[in-house]
C-alpha cells in the first residue's frame, strides 16, 4: 500500500445536522484531514446530495451506511455509492453470507469495507445481544469477521484499535483496517466501549482513524487536527 501522510489517515467524521454544517466543516478542514466520513444520520436527512457536496470539493468520502441487506440489493447500494464518487463504503460482515461475487469486483475503485462489531459493544451487550459464549469476546467476534470480509474479497475492514495488531498480522499490509473509537489521551471517551489514542491505533497497524468529537467539539479544529497528525508522525517515526 502506498504510504499514507499522517494528516491523510484521518477520516472526519461529519456528524452534523445538515447540508449547511456539513459543507462548513469541509471547507474548514478541507487539506488538515484525509477523508470526510458521512454518516446514517446525515445521509438520511440530505440523500446523495451530501456525497457529491463532499466529492465536489475534491476530498475523499466514507460513505458508513453498514450495508446489511440480501445480496441483490447490497450489490446494487455497493454500484449506487461508487456512482456518487464514494471512496470507501462500509457494508456490515454479516451481509457478505452468500454473496455470488466478490466485493471488489462489484464496483472497481471503490474500497468495500466490512465493519466488524462496534466499538460500543463489549462483552456485556454482546451477551445480550444473544451470542454464543465464544463470540461474547469482542476480539473473537471480530477475527471471525475478518475472516469472512477477507474471503468475500472487500478491501479491509472497520474494527477497534484493540484488534487492528491481529488483524494486521493476519492479512498483511495490503488489507485496509479502519479504527474508530479514537480518543486522544486527554478527551473523554463518551459513548465507546473500547477506544484508543491516535499513536497506539497506528502502532497497533491502523491505516485510517475516525475521529469527530475531539476535533468538531475543539476550540480550533484546525489545530485539534493538526495536533492529531503531528502525534501519528511522532508515533510511526
Request: proline share 6%; net charge neutral.
Amino acid at each position: 500500500m502506498t504510504a499514507i501522510p499522517p494528516a491523510g489517515r484521518i477520516i472526519y467524521a461529519l456528524d452534523v445536522p445538515d447540508l449547511a454544517a456539513a459543507r462548513a466543516q469541509v471547507a474548514l478542514l478541507a487539506g488538515h484531514v484525509g477523508v470526510f466520513k458521512v454518516g446514517l444520520e446525515l445521509f438520511v436527512r440530505e440523500g446523495p446530495g451530501v456525497v457529491r457536496m463532499v466529492h465536489d470539493a475534491g476530498c475523499a468520502v466514507f460513505l458508513d451506511l453498514k450495508l446489511h441487506d440480501i445480496p441483490a440489493t447490497t450489490t446494487a447500494a455497493i454500484r449506487s455509492a461508487a456512482a456518487l464518487g464514494t471512496r470507501f463504503l462500509t457494508v456490515h460482515a454479516e451481509a457478505l453470507a452468500g454473496m455470488p461475487v466478490k466485493m471488489g469486483e462489484i464496483a472497481p475503485g471503490l474500497a468495500v469495507l466490512a465493519v466488524t462489531a462496534l466499538t460500543s459493544l463489549d462483552r456485556a451487550a454482546l451477551s445480550a445481544m444473544g451470542y454464543k459464549a465464544a463470540l461474547c469476546d469482542p476480539a473473537r467476534l471480530v477475527l471471525k469477521r475478518a475472516r469472512m470480509a477477507f474471503e468475500a474479497g472487500c478491501a479491509g475492514v472497520v474494527c477497534s484499535a484493540h484488534e487492528a495488531r491481529r488483524v494486521r498480522a493476519e492479512y498483511g499490509p495490503g488489507f485496509i483496517i479502519v479504527t474508530p473509537g479514537i480518543r486522544p489521551a486527554d478527551v473523554s471517551t463518551d459513548d465507546q466501549a473500547r477506544v484508543a489514542t491516535p499513536a497506539q491505533a497506528v502502532l497497533d497497524g491502523a491505516d485510517y482513524l475516525v475521529i469527530g468529537r475531539p476535533i468538531r467539539n475543539a476550540p480550533d479544529p484546525v489545530a485539534a487536527a493538526a495536533a492529531i497528525a503531528a502525534g501519528i508522525a511522532a508515533a510511526l517515526g
